[in-house]
């Protein structure tokens, strides 16, 4: 039998969408494409963009947000 899958390479292991069955000792071909991560680069940077301004800049340093945090939840642990 002849199939075709499409799916991506995650860095440990190459996913296939939508999942393929496969049997022990059956033969598998792999070819594969180099695609542009541009459209990963978009969304990475329209996401970067909508945070800009969540948390409005009071002159505070990091620390002095992070000391707020802990003293408001310390009650809560």
Do not use: C, H, W
Not at 44 to 54: F, N
């Amino acid at each position: 039998m002849i199939a075709t899958a499409k799916g991506f390479f995650d860095g440990q292991q190459i996913v296939l969408d939508p999942p393929v069955r496969l049997e022990a000792g059956q033969e598998v071909v792999v070819a594969y494409a180099i695609a542009s991560s541009a459209k990963s680069k978009e969304t990475k940077s329209k996401i970067v963009d909508s945070l800009i301004g969540a948390i409005p800049n009071t002159g505070k340093a990091l620390d002095d947000y992070r000391s707020e945090r802990l003293e408001k939840y310390a009650d809560n642990a």
